[in-house]
């Protein structure tokens, strides 16, 4: 089945050293989105890549990083995790523009962060 | 910057009963998702609406779109436990294609 992979699932990491967390599809979508989400909030836009443009929304912190090295693959590099970097990172896809569903978003099942 | 609000945050109810979850924007939007995140999942998409008024249904769940495509509403008839979850709107807003999750309302299913 066509889907979104998330690795690791959990993963923790020290204070301060770096951390990457991947994401693949099989639904060649030209669309993926990394998401941050915090217990009880909405899923917060880090960036997003259309094919290989990369988009950074104003308030992602320089911190976070991200490498789309091809279509199926997506990174996600935290440089120095801090203690408010700990939550559940989501990888979605979505078709392109122009597809009648292209804002319908796929999700990865999330890799949640854990920062000691 | 733009925003789509949702409303209730929290909601109980006892099983059996309905639950209605409303979705408003300040400016008109070309489409609105809905998407359902339960306990410890991911969000998963649910369904999407395109057109001004349009009524969908899914079994119990009804999803509208208002004439004016600045609100949208979900509505689930006699709720059952396995509804329990976080059910978020997301629209494009401010020109942008890519959608805003509104902030969920999370649902409590009381057996």
């Known amino acids: 089945d066509a889907m979104v992979i998330q690795n690791p699932r959990y993963q923790v990491t020290q204070f301060g050293k770096p951390v990457t967390l991947s994401c693949s599809q099989t639904?060649?979508?030209?669309?993926m989105y990394w998401y941050q989400q915090k217990s009880s909030q909405a899923p917060k836009l880090l960036f997003h890549?259309?094919?290989?443009?990369?988009?950074n929304e104003a308030d992602t912190p320089d911190n976070f990083q991200s490498r789309r090295p091809n279509t199926s693959f997506c990174f996600l590099d935290i440089r120095s995790p801090g203690l408010g970097d700990a939550a559940m990172y989501l990888c979605?896809?979505?078709?392109?523009?122009?597809?009648?569903?292209?804002?319908?978003?796929?999700f990865g099942p999330g890799t949640r962060l854990t920062v000691l | 910057g733009q925003q789509v609000m949702q409303i209730p945050q929290y909601q109980h109810v006892q099983e059996g009963e309905d639950f209605t979850t409303y979705c408003n924007s300040s400016t008109t939007l070309s489409n609105i998702q809905w998407y359902k995140q339960r306990p410890g999942g991911h969000p998963v998409f649910l369904i999407q609406l395109v057109k001004s008024g349009e009524v969908k249904k899914q079994k119990r769940l009804t999803f509208q779109f208002g004439e004016a495509k600045k609100n949208s509403s979900l509505h689930i008839t006699a709720t059952q436990t396995t509804d329990v979850g976080t059910y978020f709107c997301?629209?494009?807003?401010?020109?942008?294609?890519?959608?805003?999750f509104g902030r969920g309302t999370s649902l409590i299913v009381h057996p």
């Open positions: 639904l060649n979508h030209n669309v």
């Open positions: 979605a896809t979505s078709p392109p523009l122009g597809t009648p569903t292209y804002n319908e978003q796929f």
């Open positions: 890549y259309y094919d290989k443009d990369f988009n």
């Open positions: 997301a629209g494009p807003t401010g020109g942008s294609y890519i959608p805003t």
